[in-house]
């Protein structure tokens, strides 16, 4: 992948930009990574979200062999995804998420944008990733993104939304 760098604008004066994590933001990505999710665990429940479970050796391996990109707004990292090829032409997300206090500032559809954008210019058609089907709004941001619920997995901590997006 060739090296990312984009920059946004906002309407409020903030920018935000959007940069591929280097194997010195493994510390970084694996904090973020446990703020955001803390908030996204799955309520009601008593199983761990699977991103709350990860080691900063599987966050290295992910920066790795995974592309993993960072939202920085202000010079303050913000919010991460990560994809990586499944097949030729298909791609799967995964762990995007945004810090609280940012939410509702169009940084997660940013990341969603510069991935698609990525995954694009590599040949990919179609992306798929997995949210949890108990959080509806999360499902109603990938829906307004236009990604569509395709299947629900049941596994024994929660159900999965299956959710995909054709790119061509």
């Known amino acids: 992948m060739s090296k990312l760098a984009v920059s946004y604008q906002e309407t409020e004066g903030k920018e935000v930009r959007i940069r591929k994590a280097t194997s ?3 510390k970084l990505i694996f904090d973020l990574t446990k703020r955001i999710f803390q908030d996204y665990n799955v309520p009601n429940n008593s199983s761990v979200s699977p991103a709350l479970l990860e080691t900063k050796e599987d966050v290295k391996e992910d920066i790795e062999t995974k592309e ?3 939202a920085i707004s202000n010079n303050k990292p913000v919010g991460s995804v990560r994809y990586y090829s499944l097949a030729e032409n298909k791609f799967y997300l995964s762990r995007l998420g945004v810090l609280a206090g940012y939410r509702g500032q169009k940084i997660g559809s940013k990341l969603v944008t510069a991935v698609e954008k990525q995954v694009r210019a590599q040949g990919g058609e179609k992306i798929i990733l997995h949210s949890a089907y108990k959080l509806k709004k999360l ?3 990938y829906q307004n993104l236009g990604y569509q619920i395709s299947g629900l997995q ?3 901590d929660y159900t999965r939304a299956i959710i995909s997006k054709e790119l061509i």
């Open 68 to 70: 993993v990109l960072v």
């Open 24 to 26: 010195q933001d493994v």
């Open 139 to 141: 499902l109603r941001f």
């Open 154 to 156: 049941n596994k024994s």
